[in-house]
Each structure stands twice: as structure tokens, then as C-alpha cells.
């Protein structure tokens, strides 16, 4: 007997949503589908803001963070969310984003150490003491713990994209 189909949750458009709209006025799926459940939603809310606006993390390393996250868990709707409304903001070239995706050599520094870092969360969560070391040297110990968090909170977000198959907000690039 075949499986029955998914039942989709339909998201809710509402006023409390509005810092949550893309640039053309439609809500972001994402935060509507997260509406039926206020705690999930204030979790949301508060959790994403703080990771994008309340650390010392420079937002072209936020970013590409961020981005290695959604790439390597298929959250294809955040990854097209997060280029529409940030990548250019923060000096992110087409030849940043292969990067990001792995179509050309992991960059050095600390951008690498966040790309090592994104891979480490979104396999096991483990980071291993060189790697610790290496983000400790190159951005401080505030710097390597906000880190870790934006990174974990978009491992969350990634995950939610994927479990309620939020669909692309715009056609593919």
C-alpha cells in the first residue's frame, strides 16, 4: 500500500510576521509554518535575531557560515533567503558562494576555520581541539563561542526547513 501523502501545514500570514517578509511583501514560510506554535515561534524569533544581529561575529563570516550550514543540509529555501537578502550586503561574490558550496578549495584563515566549523556541526557536533584552537586564535573566546552558536541555531533552522519542506521562495538560480 503506498504511503499517503504528506499534510502539509499551511503557513499563517499575520501582522506579527511582518519583520519576517521578503522583499516582494510574501512572508517567509518558515517563521508562517513555526505560527501554529507560539513557543516554537518565540524560539525562532529570538534565537535567529540574536544570531544575526547580536554577536561580534563580522557579518561576511556570519554569512558564509551560515550558508555552509544550509548547503550541506539541502535547506535550499533559508540558502535562497539568506543570498537574497544578505549576500550582497555583506561583499559576498558569485565565487564566494561556490566556495561555499565546495566547487572550489576551502579558503584559508578564518573564513576556513568557519567552513571546518559548519562541517563539524552538521555532521556530529563535535569540533575537534585543533579546530577549537584555530577559532579561540582567530577570533577570540567570545568570537569562537558566538561562532558555535550561529552555527547551531542555523543547524536548527536547517532542520526545520528540511522537516516541514519549506519551499523555495524564489525560482532556482
Same mark, same amino acid.
Given at each position: 500500500m503506498?504511503?499517503?501523502?504528506r499534510r502539509r501545514i499551511e503557513p499563517?500570514?499575520?501582522p506579527a510576521l511582518d519583520a519576517y517578509r521578503l522583499p516582494d511583501g510574501r512572508p517567509m514560510e518558515l517563521f508562517g509554518i513555526v505560527a501554529h506554535s507560539p513557543a516554537a515561534l518565540a524560539d525562532l524569533r529570538? @534565537?535567529? !535575531?540574536?544570531?544575526?544581529?547580536?554577536? *561580534? +561575529?563580522?557579518?561576511?563570516?556570519?554569512e558564509l557560515l551560515i550558508l555552509r550550514v544550509l548547503?550541506?543540509?539541502? @535547506?535550499? !529555501?533559508e540558502w535562497q533567503?539568506?543570498? *537574497? +537578502?544578505?549576500?550582497?550586503a555583506v561583499g559576498l561574490s558569485p565565487s564566494d558562494l561556490a566556495?561555499?558550496?565546495?566547487?572550489? !578549495?576551502?579558503?584559508?584563515?578564518?573564513e576556513g576555520a568557519l567552513r571546518e566549523l559548519a562541517d563539524a556541526l552538521s555532521a556530529r557536533g563535535i569540533v575537534s581541539d585543533e579546530l577549537w584552537g584555530r577559532l579561540?586564535?582567530?577570533?577570540?573566546?567570545?568570537?569562537a563561542v558566538e561562532a558555535a552558536f550561529v552555527g547551531a541555531q542555523y543547524v536548527k533552522v536547517a532542520l526545520m526547513t528540511n522537516v516541514f519542506q519549506v519551499e523555495p521562495p524564489f525560482p532556482p538560480a
Open positions: 503506498p504511503a499517503a501523502p499563517i500570514d499575520d529570538s @534565537a535567529t !535575531a540574536r544570531a544575526l544581529h547580536a554577536t *561580534e +561575529l563580522p557579518p561576511r563570516l556570519r548547503h550541506l543540509y539541502g @535547506a535550499v !529555501a533567503v539568506h543570498v *537574497e +537578502l544578505f549576500a550582497d566556495a561555499v558550496r565546495g566547487e572550489t !578549495a576551502a579558503p584559508a584563515g578564518v579561540h586564535d582567530e577570533l577570540g573566546p567570545r568570537g
